[in-house]
């Protein structure tokens, strides 16, 4: 499968891609007066060539994932987790949500590994989220959010907590929806994958990009948590969010939506 996230300068260019019969994968957003999206073809589909005409070498993110068949999904002892992208932490002008989310005493703004949740995070207002559906932020890999109702019905349950979420203006809490806490995390065991040594602090960050399972998570006993490794390019770092079977079947039973799921090695 091959992920290609891009921006559109006009609602007009997004329907040729529409008329190519092109389904985009994560809600349109709107930065700067920009559209930008991402779409999922198989590598060999043929509209290919039209849509690289259509990009016309303007900047994209382009990379290539593994896809799994829910066989391989359900006999998985653990599974990474992503979820859609909307919104932005506030206040997002200079990347002030650093200093007013995270402890960055570990922090390199080199490579951007070492960040630690300190605060609430701020967003504009409370995000548009449908009953049972999860959240990510956009730049914030590895956190996740749903409504209140959900985390009481599907997380709560299995001791999972949730952290507030506030508005950026007034720093009211958002009542009807929650942040998941996961404040465990453990070693992933791979042996082929790529990495970078920061030149200023030295700390290892690893590609994000794995084209078949995902590294096999040592000895955790948590239904959701997280690796010890970063992950990540340029300035940018995040840790991968794993869940047991058993969280994962609670998931797929609650009928939880915009949620996507990759196996890892056993």
């Not at 506030?90 to 630690?116: M, R, W």
């Not at 065991?189 to 290892?204: G, P």
């Not at 609670?250 to 890892?264: D, E, L, M, P």
């Amino acid at each position: 499968m091959r992920h290609v996230g891009f921006r559109l300068d006009s609602e007009e260019e997004r329907r040729q891609f529409l008329d190519l019969g092109v389904e985009f994968t994560s809600d349109t957003q709107k930065l700067n007066g920009d559209l930008l999206t991402s779409i999922d073809l198989e590598e060999d589909d043929p509209r290919w060539r039209r849509i690289d005409q259509l990009l016309g070498g303007r900047r994209t993110l382009d990379c290539v994932a593994a896809t799994f068949s829910l066989a391989d999904l359900d006999a998985a002892d653990f599974l990474q987790v992503s979820a859609n992208s909307a919104g932005y932490p506030q206040p997002e002008d200079n990347k002030a949500y650093l200093s007013a989310t995270f402890d960055l005493a570990e922090y390199c703004v080199h490579c951007g590994i070492g960040k630690k949740q300190a605060a609430p995070f701020r967003l504009k207002g409370s995000p548009v989220l449908r009953d049972n559906s999860m959240l990510q932020l956009n730049w914030i890999p590895d956190e996740y959010f749903v409504t209140r109702a959900t985390w009481e019905a599907v997380f709560k349950p299995l001791g999972i907590e949730m952290r507030p979420v506030v508005v950026h203006r007034t720093g009211i809490e958002i009542g009807s929806v929650v942040q998941l806490e996961i404040p465990h995390c453990c070693d992933l065991i791979f042996d082929d994958v790529s990495y970078q040594a920061c030149s200023w602090c030295n700390r290892r960050k690893y590609s994000p990009v794995f084209k078949g399972f995902l590294p096999k998570p040592i000895g955790p006993n948590r239904p959701i948590f997280k690796s010890n490794q970063s992950f990540g390019h340029g300035a940018q770092a995040f840790k991968l969010v794993m869940v047991s079977a058993a969280l994962y079947r609670t998931i797929k039973q609650a009928g939880v939506t915009r949620v996507k799921f990759s196996a890892c090695a056993k």
